[in-house]
């Protein structure tokens, strides 16, 4: 008897650049008509061995003419609840490969509600998300003590943050700290994993610090960052991501208060490196808006 096999439309996206092989790398597949299995979904996303698969169903009107689309994301290990940048390279794919025309496509996800993605100028692609606060961390709480030195290690700090909605600890360098010992520093994985095993009280770790030109925080063009940071999570199986635009969904509130602005630009610090820009509005929300470079067009066969 001759196995069945399904052919899906895959493609791969470096989401938060204008530049392959630089921004945060994602997958994207495409379903129209039947679902896959959660299974399916897991097992694909750990072959893919990206930060992030996203799976985009249509829900109404076809992949081609819809603007409305079931979104979830999937790391090699587990599904989490929200991705900016697999958000991003999917509103990438749909408009810019596929053809769609709409100038807004809503995504429905499990646990986010309703999230959005418009088309914007000079090749951006600006995404509605909820804006997360945060609440002043007290130094010596556990696991956030120990977080600290396995994260930063000797580095010295100025505030710290948590985010209790997402389980999003922020550790704020001092603004003294030059950009290259900010990219420089090797945080112990195992042993932030260790912190805190089971992920109760954290599932994502940011470092960040504010962007001026003395301490060398500026883009290509001289241009300062208003902050930069670099993100860890190891309890989701990936110990630096790239750039994560769910990320900025809770530093765009710090960040908005702290420099008292609504239009912030900022960029993450790992190898890959990715600019982002925000706007934070007067409706508990943040637009967050980058580019994409969509690197690979094929067939998943299973």
Known sequence: MAVQTRTLPLYTVDAFTNKPFTGNPAAVCLLEGKDLTDDEKQKIALEMNLSETAYVRTLNDGIQTGSKFELRWFTPTNEVPLCGHATLASAAVLFNVVGNPSDVLTFVTKTRGELYARRHSDGYICMDFPSYNTEKVD?????????????????????????????????????????????????????????????????????????????????????????????????????????????????????????????LYARQCSKRGGEIKMTVKDNGRVDIAGQAVVMMKGKLTI
């Not at 000797?154 to 360098?173: A, G, N, V, W």
């Open 139 to 263: 130094v010596d709480k556990e696991p956030f003590q120990s977080m600290i030195k396995t994260t930063i290690a000797d580095l010295p700090y100025q505030d710290l943050q948590y985010s209790d909605e997402t389980k999003t600890f922020i550790i704020r360098l001092t603004d003294s700290t030059k950009r290259s010992d900010f990219e420089r520093f090797l945080p112990n994985i195992s042993a932030m994993h260790e912190c805190d095993l089971e992920g109760k009280h954290v599932h994502y770790v940011i470092a960040a610090l504010k962007g001026c030109h003395d301490n060398d925080a500026v883009d290509d063009s001289g241009t300062s960052y208003d902050f930069v940071s670099r993100f860890f999570s190891p309890w989701n199986g990936v110990p630096e991501d790239p750039v994560t635009g769910s990320a900025h969904a809770v530093l765009s509130s710090y960040w908005s208060k702290q420099l008292k602005k609504r239009n």
